[in-house]
């Protein structure tokens, strides 16, 4: 195969038990393309298959492998000697990784969870360990990483896989903005959800009633509000601390909701303003108006006891 260019490659390996599913499965919500447990031998084909249409960025997209003694053909000498003769025939950035663990907290881990070792089916978990140790230590010996996973919790090793293996632009979580109308129900998926019900209310207003929160003179009226400024420029300031965080922790999707009775003026008219915010501030964030489309009603609404006709 003659290559364009180079293909990011992570060849994951290491002991049963130690955390190959765990790495592998932070990899996929990462953005990286995995495949487990290939035989080496159809991996020139693997890199060989063409795209489908419309998928030609995804030629720079980072490849794992995993692969362990499971593996059919597993012999790790013969790996080590194939993978060298990719990078060199065919220039690929070829890493390898391998999560090692002790033996002692493998045999706990294999009696909490009541499997049997893979190369111990009827017979001690300590017997398929120290088979597979002698096994992959040329792995081992050989891999440019290697993760020690005895004290790890699951959390801990997708957070050092994070660290390790992030790209740049691949795995940004996927932001939606949503308004919503609270009548209507609450969304089940928000992460982070803002009443916008403290705010003037359109509903009120003849001219404004029929109109939704993306029209000039609603977003005008909204903003009179005396606590609008203040409170709405708080929440985008808010957004563009914690939004990183989330995605530092490794959250896929994030969902960002405004409720206003209704959904379709006060909510409307924030979420579209903060998405512009975020969006100016290097977000990409995907709108979303749930209930814009409803019929206004005005036994949804409600006044403000006390208050003038045109505040809710």
């Known amino acids: 195969m003659t290559a364009s260019h180079p293909k990011s490659i992570l060849l994951l390996s290491g002991l049963s038990g130690a955390g190959k599913t765990t790495a592998l499965k932070t990899l996929e919500d990462m953005g990286w393309e995995v495949v487990d447990n290939l035989p080496l031998m159809l991996l020139d084909r693997l890199l060989d298959t063409p795209l489908p249409v419309g998928h030609g960025a995804d030629a720079d997209r980072p490849l794992a492998l995993g692969i362990d003694a499971r593996t059919r053909g597993f012999d790790a000498g013969a790996i080590v000697r194939r993978i060298k003769g990719l990078r060199e025939r065919h220039g690929h950035d070829i890493e390898t ?3 090692d663990c002790s033996d002692a907290e493998l045999e706990r881990r294999f009696a909490e969870t009541r499997r049997r070792h893979p190369l111990a089916a009827d017979r001690p978990a300590a017997d398929g360990i120290a088979r597979e140790r002698e096994l992959t230590e040329p792995l081992r010996r050989w891999a440019s990483q290697v993760i020690d996973t005895t004290s790890f919790s699951s959390n801990a090793l997708q957070q050092e896989m994070r660290d390790r293996f992030s790209r740049p632009g691949l795995s ?13 129900g609450v969304p089940r998926n928000a992460d982070l959800m803002f009443d916008m019900r403290y705010l003037r209310n359109p ?12 029209e000039a003179d609603v977003a005008a009226y909204i903003a009179q509000d005396p606590a609008y400024a203040d409170s709405v420029g708080r929440i985008e300031d808010l957004l563009v601390t914690l939004l990183p965080r989330y995605a530092e922790g490794g ?6 909701a405004f409720g206003c009775t209704g959904g379709r003026h006060r909510s409307v008219h924030v979420a579209d303003r903060v998405a512009r915010h975020l969006q100016a501030a290097g977000f990409s964030p995907t ?3 749930r209930n814009i489309e409803s019929a206004p009603q005005d036994s949804l609404e409600k006044r403000r006891p006390g208050g003038p006709k045109a505040e809710s």
């Open 172 to 184: 940004e979580p996927v932001l939606t903005i949503l308004s919503f109308g609270f009548s209507r």
């Open 97 to 99: 990784l391998f999560l």
């Open 287 to 289: 709108v979303l108006h």
């Open 203 to 214: 509903h009120w207003d003849d001219a404004l009633r029929p109109k939704t929160g993306l």
């Open 251 to 256: 959250k896929t999707y994030i969902t960002v």
